[in-house]
């Protein structure tokens, strides 16, 4: 499946950004959708993830302030990201996968291009 991440830029601490994930096919009914980060100079590293019947899991680091969704009819993921500090800045990649909690676990089936998102202080 082919990913188109959109939604990144820059923000003030504090502030929101909503990050929209489209798929260029249907993933209601088998892929788990997510979403990972790479920040300058560090690994890549799970942000989110959400299952076909939509149990999510966080990052402890961005639990309480990000908010993953889906809506299986647009083939589209959202990340809602709220209380945005200065730490989340990265390139936020869309991902999805075959297979139950597969995005959380690391086993990654699709990438999509990033989308950079810049927090400043």
């Known amino acids: 499946v082919q990913l188109q991440a959109s939604g990144g830029g820059l923000v003030q601490a504090g502030g929101s950004l909503r990050l929209s994930c489209a798929a260029s096919?249907?993933?209601?009914?088998?892929?788990?959708m997510g979403w990972y980060r790479q920040a300058p100079g560090k690994q890549r590293e799970l942000v989110a993830g959400?299952?076909?019947?939509?149990?999510?899991n966080y990052a402890d680091s961005v639990k309480g302030r990000f908010t993953i969704s889906r809506d299986n009819a647009k083939n589209t993921v959202y990340l809602q990201m709220d209380s945005l500090k200065p730490e989340d800045t990265a390139v936020y990649y869309c991902?999805?996968?075959?297979?139950?909690?597969?995005?959380?676990?690391?086993?990654?089936?699709?990438w999509g291009q990033g989308t950079l998102v810049t927090v400043s202080s």
């Open positions: 096919e249907n993933i209601g009914s088998s892929n788990d």
């Open positions: 991902v999805a996968a075959k297979g139950f909690l597969s995005v959380v676990r690391g086993k990654v089936d699709s």
């Open positions: 959400i299952t076909p019947g939509g149990l999510k």
